[in-house]
């Protein structure tokens, strides 16, 4: 071949697109229909929180802000057992917490078991804006919240260290989560700008072995938003969620056109086919949509979730496989 024939060879190479030009379009935002107010849906009864969240996106805070906020009330509530301040600790003793957040750019920030802090949904949103990271834990984490100047205090309070000695007389070790012992909290937020954002914070399984994580600090996993799209939120029995990476399964399914609710149900088919028969654990999962649908599905009966819009914030039940 002559040189300038290799040349002319080689350049039109280099120059056809390695991939075709329709992966190069931006991603781009679907425009809102029907009731376009603000909208803040979270797992369980947490009425006050849910509250929280729905006024801070009434003032115009955004969707992640707003659902911060919201969570924090129960991440400073020593009664609520699964979350933050209060949690039930370890096997041994030691409150660690985890939490993640996920906006409508796609950015994510997640903190795995945080010892002595109790804002860790805020802890895994300075992940996310502050660091070059997704994911602090441990010691890296509480290092990162200290340098941040969270305060730093003991999460076991007298309540739930009485609780953890009185589990400790048999230390019988169940990992089983189930209608009685779970309140995680996933929130998810859609604010004056459309914008779906949204939280999962939880102490996690009871008595869990030391290092112990479950789904709720994984995106995907106990949370995931894509705001062409809506986002999932999960509760549970952290292990299956993981399994079946639920959140990003129920976001998956409703851009191919399934509602929240039809998305819901899928996700807990997909727990419950690699199950035989009846299983002795909860799943739970809570979705919202871009046009403002949600849905909410588990395995047994008992979830609950709050939904607030336009001043209203409602609590509701959820169907399930097995109901009550
Ligand atoms: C976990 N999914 O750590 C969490 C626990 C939970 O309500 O949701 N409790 O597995």
């Not at 009330?73 to 009664?79: C, G, L, R, S, T």
């Not at 730093?152 to 739930?160: D, G, H, I, N, Y």
């Amino acid at each position: 071949m002559k040189r300038r024939d290799f040349i002319q060879k080689s350049t039109a190479v280099i120059s056809a697109p390695l991939i075709a030009p329709q992966f190069f379009q931006p991603h781009k935002t679907l425009p809102l229909q029907g009731n376009t107010s603000p909208i803040a849906v979270c797992t369980w009864n947490f009425t006050a929180a849910n509250a929280k969240a729905g006024v801070a996106l009434e003032a115009g805070k955004t969707a992640l802000k707003a659902a911060i906020e919201g969570v924090a009330v129960e991440e400073n509530n020593p009664k609520n057992t699964t979350v933050g301040y209060g949690g039930a600790p370890d096997r041994e003793g030691h409150v660690t917490l985890d939490a993640c957040v996920m906006n409508h750019q796609g950015n994510c920030g997640a903190v795995l078991a945080v010892e002595q802090v109790k804002n860790v949904a805020a802890l895994a949103y300075d992940v996310m804006e502050h660091t070059p990271h997704v994911m602090l834990a441990g010691e890296g984490a509480l290092q990162f919240a200290k340098e941040r100047g969270y305060t730093t205090e003991e999460l076991l309070t007298p309540e739930s260290k009485k609780r953890w000695k009185e589990w400790l007389k048999n230390a019988k070790y169940q990992p089983i989560i189930n209608i009685e012992n779970h309140d995680t909290i996933g929130m998810l937020c859609r604010d004056k700008n459309g914008n779906i954002e949204g939280v999962c914070t939880t102490s996690g399984l009871a008595y869990k072995m030391r290092g112990r994580i479950g789904d709720s600090p994984i995106i995907g996993s106990g949370l995931f938003v894509d705001n062409n799209v809506g986002g999932a939120v999960a509760t549970g029995m952290g292990e299956e969620v993981v399994k079946t990476v639920g959140s990003f399964l129920i976001v998956e399914f409703m851009r191919q056109g399934h509602t929240p609710q039809e998305a819901c149900e899928l996700a807990v088919q997909r727990v419950l086919e690699k199950q035989k028969g009846k299983p002795n654990f909860q799943v739970a999962y809570l979705a919202l949509n871009k046009k403002g649908e949600v849905g909410a599905y588990s395995i047994h009966g008992g979830f609950t979730y709050m939904h607030y819009q336009q001043q209203k914030n409602t609590g509701h039940k959820a169907n399930a496989a097995y109901s009550l």
